[in-house]
């Protein structure tokens, strides 16, 4: 079973007459990259997920069981979209009275207004029902469970009024990752990525999402201390839109220098990196930054003309074992 990212969760809850129901999905439909405009695939608790690109992520609260992680939409008609790993996977239907459960418990006047579904895709079998509640956020949605016989995942959409658009986009682009050929994730550590570009980062580690002000750093995940102090802070940039790694490296290292990462310092000359996945290569640099105590590394991977970037930086010293550890796991899931 894939690993779900058990990230420590926000304390308020953000999620705070039968109808014929519109069958999204195709038995044949082809699982691919999203391609439509505004929207970004991402990875999390073993799933792919379109998602809108202004979409917010964070963890899901407490309150909310099943669910790990939650994508919204914080300006214009509210959309919410959480995704996690049930943990009742001895059937299909016990996985969605799981989340059906879950939902009902965290959504007032939550319930089901359409017969379940069933599809068939490549190596996957989707169930999914709509529902309706008394949010005024989720006055419409649908919930979805992804099972393979390894795998499984459950995934709800919700909206004030949800655009059948949106949900055929979803519908059509949920898929489960394949673990063959992935590197394996280590204990106690659960994969994420967007738009091609996966790594894996320890569970215990909160979401940050989009870094604020930034239009490289899509993801973020923080190490924080009781007291909310911020240990370790991992960046991804799915896209740097540049051509060559040699030039997202310049940009990044000008960008740094400039104050983005202030005290930013080569700690050695750039190191190639290799990951073992045909046609993929890149660089990695270690820098200190700040006063000098502190330390980080920065990979930048090239897969055909996209190009992305993964930083790590520590309020301390590095902690090579993390280093190591998220090196190995990196990897470039759509070479498209």
Known sequence: MSRAIKLRRRSALALVGAVPLAVGLSACSAISPVASRGWSKVLAAGTYL??????????????????????????GAPY????GIPSALSSADAMMAEADSALRAALPGYRVTTEEGEAERSKMTVHFKDFATDAEFARTGRLWILHNG????????????????????????LSLLDPQGVPAVPDGWGRVGRDGTAL?????WSIVGAVAGSKRWRESWVDADLDGATRTRVLLA?????????????????????????????RGAPQPLKLGQDGVSGVRVDFTYGSSAAEGTLWVVQAKERVS???????????????ARMEKSIWVTDMK
Not at 239 to 263: M, P, R, Y
């Open 238 to 266: 799915p896209n740097t839109g540049k051509s060559s790694a040699t030039d997202a490296l310049a940009q990044i290292e000008a960008d740094s220098i400039a104050g983005s990462l202030k005290g930013y310092t080569r």
């Open 309 to 323: 970037a993964i930083q790590i930086a520590f309020s301390g010293r590095t902690d090579n074992d993390i280093v």
């Open 150 to 173: 390894v795998s499984a995942a459950a995934v709800a959409l919700m909206a004030s009024d949800l655009s059948e658009s949106y949900r055929s986009v979803v519908d059509e682009g």
């Open 80 to 83: 919410r979209m959480v995704v």
């Open 50 to 75: 379109p998602v809108r690109t202004d979409w917010k992520h964070s963890a899901a609260s407490e309150a909310i069981a099943v669910f790990s992680d939650m994508w919204a939409q914080t300006s």
């Open 200 to 204: 894996a980062v320890p569970s215990t």
